[in-house]
């Protein structure tokens, strides 16, 4: 069979990656700028990280120096401390190891360089942290300035992306904002991208007017790529592969996966496995389908740790998804209790990640999952 032209991991990339023309020149173009900040953020599964990297790579392509931090899995501030020396190291080539000696005398960090096993690839860093500079809240911040400084005097540039930097805030609170402003002042060599997906929180950040140092960054919301693309680009992708997916197949798949990106480069990949492997027509609800079935074990955990309410409420979601949880008629035929109840049950089930508001409706935020109940309630 052929490899699938629909790729999840690693990130979609060259021909793998859809659309985003717009977005792409504006993320390269910060990228491109030393002492300019861009700002984007969207909701989750939107392709940030993927736009990030693809940028990346078009910035690369041309001799430019950049480094991505994925501040994601990060533990703690000395942990995405190593991560940035780490994708530093990639970037700025021969002088690193001084650079990086430089960066730690400074942070007063004791820095060790682990061979690999393999002794091919470059050592392993590990670095070694007091407890107090652990704890001073501007310490990732400290070594970009102390980064600036170092590519300052070697006359080098670099762009920077640091995806989740939202981390930073929630290890340092207001101290690591104020700090991370006073970075972006004084920094004159670095481009950076920061993106991020708690969408509100940044969101609140960067228009709250209260919020200082976020007016020094220009900010980009990352929406959906527009719908009629999407199908046009994943008909024209199919025919790479075996299988075939015809326009109106495409549409369904935009259609039936929602406006996440990811969902619909799985649904996408799905259906097109489908079609390969059994040389049939494309069906993109059957392709759903199968998937959920296949997926299923952590859907049906989820639903087990879920009240009575939640459950009831889900399942009125997946088959009314304009239902008004609150009217007293459909209150009293579901059993849902009082209307104080709804709304506990209601804020359990976003903080779950399992609905998000949409103009004021709760939506299931995953397709997958709500196909998932409207499956098993049957
Ligand atoms: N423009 C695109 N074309 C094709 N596939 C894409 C595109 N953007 C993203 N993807 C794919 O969609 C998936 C989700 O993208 P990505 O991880 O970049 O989203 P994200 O917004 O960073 O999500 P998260 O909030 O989980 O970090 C990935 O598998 C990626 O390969
Ligand atoms: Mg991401």
């Known amino acids: 069979m052929h490899p699938s032209p629909f790729q999840r991991t690693p990130l979609a990339a060259g021909p793998a990656f859809a659309d985003r023309t717009a977005e792409l020149a504006r993320v390269v173009h910060a990228f491109a700028t030393p002492g300019s900040a861009l700002v984007l953020y969207g909701p989750r599964r939107m392709g940030k990280s993927a736009l990030l990297h693809e940028a990346a790579r078009r910035v690369s392509a041309r ?13 703690d501030a000395p942990d ?7 994708a530093v190291r990639g970037a700025v080539g021969h002088t690193w190891q001084s650079l990086l000696h430089a960066v730690a005398a400074k942070l007063q960090l004791s820095v060790t360089l682990t061979p690999n096993p393999d002794g091919t690839s470059l050592p392993g860093i590990t670095l070694g942290v007091d407890s107090r500079a652990a704890e001073r809240a501007g310490l990732f911040t400290d070594a970009l300035v102390a980064i600036d400084a170092e590519l300052n005097r070697r006359k080098l540039q670099l762009a920077l992306g640091l995806d989740e930097f939202q981390r930073l805030l929630a290890w340092g609170g207001d101290d690591v904002e104020w700090a991370l402003k006073a970075a972006l002042e004084r920094s004159s060599r ?7 997906s708690a ?27 527009p719908a009629d693309e999407f199908a046009v680009w994943i008909s024209a992708r199919a025919r790479r592969g075996a299988g075939r997916i015809p326009a109106a197949v495409a549409q ?21 496995r489908l079609a390969s492997a059994s040389r049939s027509a494309a069906n993109a609800l059957t392709a759903m389908d199968d998937l959920v079935r296949e997926t299923s074990a952590p859907y049906e955990r989820a639903w087990l740790q879920l009240t009575q309410r939640e459950q009831r409420i889900l399942r009125l979601l997946a088959s ?30 976003r903080k779950k990640g399992l609905l998000a508001d949409e103009r004021g409706q709760p939506r299931f935020d995953d397709p997958f999952f709500l196909r998932w109940v409207t499956l098993s309630s049957t």
């Open 252 to 272: 369904d798949i935009v259609r039936l996966a929602g406006p996440r990106t990811r969902d619909i480069v799985t649904l996408a990949h799905a259906t097109w």
């Open 199 to 225: 969408t509100t929180l940044i969101e609140d950040m960067v228009t709250n007017r209260t919020r200082a140092p976020w007016k020094l960054a220009d900010h980009l919301r990352l929406g959906p790529v």
């Open 320 to 349: 009314q998804p304009e239902v008004q949880l609150t009217a007293e008629g459909i209150r009293r035929e579901h059993y849902l209790g009082a209307a104080s109840s709804i709304g506990v049950a209601l804020s359990g089930l």
């Open 190 to 196: 670095i481009a950076w991208v920061m993106s991020g």
């Open 63 to 75: 001799h430019r120096r950049v480094a991505i931090v994925d501040l994601a899995t990060a533990v």
């Open 80 to 86: 995405a401390v190593r991560r940035l020396l780490v």
